[in-house]
């Protein structure tokens, strides 16, 4: 069955306290993965989308990272502005469907 | 300006009635979408359109139609509304192309079913 599982499910951290959020999947044929940060109230904004095993992409503090089997998303000493909801998604070649993560909600204290 | 917008904002009605929720984009995209983010937030795609024509339709319940008058809305009409349609929908767009695209998503629209 394909699958995305995303972890942990919420993470606190300390201002500047560096760290990365897992996204793992199981499906036959990554079209291409994709990392959302959602802000409570508001629709998924999107930050990255890596196509094949080795690519790393960086945005500011966060830099996605992208194996045969999973996702990393590193933040380097993060900033209460970074909390949100971040959500990972694996579009398949199969069929061409979509597959949400249930997120990692990340909190950063000042 | 907004690149993809969604009405109402905010819909509670009561069991059995008829809603629809309107999306737009300005992107000039191909692609529209509408998911279901649960109260566990989880969200899950439930249509995709195609330049109007349907190229994605989950597992969902007859009462949700989708209806694409042109490529730039995406509308969902919900029949016969039950308690566990409760949810956030939202609409996005992403552009057609070789390569893997991005969606653009909507602000959402806070359904609650009494």
């Known amino acids: 069955e394909d699958q995305v599982t995303q972890s942990p499910e919420a993470l606190r951290l300390q201002e500047g306290e560096s760290s990365s959020l897992n996204c793992s999947y199981t499906?036959?044929?990554?079209?291409?993965l994709f990392w959302y940060r959602q802000d409570p109230g508001k629709g998924p904004e999107f930050l990255f989308t890596l196509y094949s095993a080795g690519e790393e992409k960086e945005k500011e503090r966060l830099k996605a990272t992208l194996t045969k089997k999973e996702s990393f998303l590193h933040i380097t000493a993060p900033k209460p502005e970074d909390s949100a909801t971040y959500l990972c998604a694996v579009r398949m070649n199969r069929d061409d469907k979509i597959i949400f993560g249930k997120g990692t909600r990340l909190h950063i204290l000042p | 300006d907004t690149a993809v917008s969604q009405t109402p904002k905010y819909l509670v009605t009561q069991m059995g009635n008829d809603k629809s929720i309107k999306c737009e984009q300005n992107?000039?995209?191909?692609?529209m979408y509408w998911y279901k983010q649960d109260s566990k937030k989880f969200l899950k795609i439930m249509f995709s359109?195609?330049?109007?024509?349907?190229?994605i339709n989950e597992t969902v319940p007859n009462r949700f139609s989708p209806k694409s008058p042109d490529k730039a809305h995406l509308n969902l009409h919900i029949n016969s509304l039950e308690l566990g349609d409760s949810a956030v929908y939202f609409c996005?767009?992403?552009?057609?192309?070789?390569?893997?695209?991005?969606?653009?998503f909507g602000p959402g629209t806070r359904l609650l079913v009494l």
């Open positions: 499906v036959s044929g990554l079209r291409g």
């Open positions: 992107l000039g995209h191909d692609t």
């Open positions: 996005a767009s992403s552009p057609s192309g070789v390569l893997v695209e991005t969606q653009y």
């Open positions: 359109y195609n330049n109007k024509e349907l190229i």
